[in-house]
Each structure stands twice: as C-alpha cells, then as structure tokens.
C-alpha cells in the first residue's frame, strides 16, 4: 500500500494496485481549475482515488507518501474498525421528494443519484408503496467514476407514499436490500423516502 500521511495526524493506507490501475486515474492533485490547489481542499497535494472511499484514498495536505504494507502500518481508520480496503459499492438515492415533504401535482419527479464506481450504472428502478419496480430514466455520466443522476414521472394520488430505489450496474450487480451500517466498509440498503400528496 501507500501510505499518506497530512499534517493533522490523518493517515490513509490505499492498496498499490489500487493507485497503479491505468484505467483508475488516481492523482496527487496540486491545483485545481487552473489554480495552485486551495487550502481548503488540501493544498500543498491531496490524493484522490475514484473507487475507493475517502478514509482509505484523499488524504488533503498531503506531505508524506511512503510505499510499505498492510502487515506493518494502518491508515487511521482501520484501528478504528474500518476495513483496509474501502471499495465504494454500488449505491442509489432519492434527493427528491425528501422525506417528510408534501407534494402536489398529477406528476411527481421522484429523483436522485446513483454510483458504481469505476464500473457505472446500468439502471435504477424506483418502487413506490411496495409496487411493481418501474425504470427510471438516467442522465448522461460523465464517466464510470462518476455520480449518475436519475428521474422517474411517477402518476400521483392523493394520500401519503413509501418510495425506495435500487441501482444496477454495468457488471449485472444489483444493490442489495440488506442494511448495514457506514462502519466498517460503507453502508448498503435501498434508500427510502415517504412524502403525502
């Protein structure tokens, strides 16, 4: 792994293979729109690695790299509980009706995200009050790295809905139902909202 440390005590151990992917396109970020990198996002170097979660792979004010293994360091999560590794997984949700809104209107746009980095999105389904799951309709991506926005029409009626969401991506591989918490390598479940009309 590479081992980056900051100057605030926050370390993450990312898996070498990981950073030497050339399709990956992990980078040491220096500037940013054509500007030496703001403090804010971590100036003087801040890593970034699109597949992997933060806590394994962004390490703002970088000023240490240091090649080495698993066996022998940990990043400052994985004494914490975290897993070494950190893929992100296939995800979605709904941005829109939050929960607890009130909507109006014969059509409802029930929209949101979804990502499956560095393998893309396929499709996102949408459920609604435990009903048949319909296909939304994707945005363009601007990568496999990238967020994918998503949108359903949904016909409304009057009376208080349960909309929940579902992603698959490219490989054929369906988000599972099965809740799991952040902690120790990234939550998982189908997001849900509930709205009235």
């Given at each position: 792994?590479v ?19 050339p ?25 970034i690695?699109?597949?992997l ?5 962004a ?38 009706p ?38 939304a ?61």
């Amino acid at each position: 792994m590479v081992l980056s440390s900051g100057p605030d005590g926050f370390t993450a151990g990312t898996p070498l293979e990981t950073l030497t992917d050339p399709d990956r396109y992990a980078l040491l970020a220096v500037g940013m729109n054509g500007e030496p990198l703001p403090a804010e996002h971590g100036f003087p170097a801040r890593l970034i690695v699109p597949g992997l979660y933060g806590y394994v792979s962004a390490t703002k004010w970088v000023t240490r790299l240091e090649v080495t293994r698993f066996a022998d360091a940990e990043g400052y999560w994985t004494p914490r509980g975290w897993s070494e590794l950190g893929p992100i997984k296939t995800a979605s949700r709904i941005d829109t009706p939050r929960s607890g809104a009130n909507a109006s209107g014969d059509t409802i746009a029930i929209a949101g995200v979804a990502w499956a980095q560095h393998t893309g999105i396929d499709r996102v389904e949408v459920q609604v009050d435990g009903g048949e799951w319909q296909q939304a309709t994707l945005a363009s991506a601007i990568s496999d790295d990238t967020w994918v926005q998503w949108t359903l029409a949904w016909p409304s009626s009057p009376g208080r809905h349960t909309a929940r969401v579902r992603a698959t991506d490219r490989s054929g591989y369906t988000q599972t139902a099965a809740t799991a918490p952040p902690a120790p390598n990234g939550a998982t479940g189908w997001d849900s909202v509930e709205f009235t009309v």
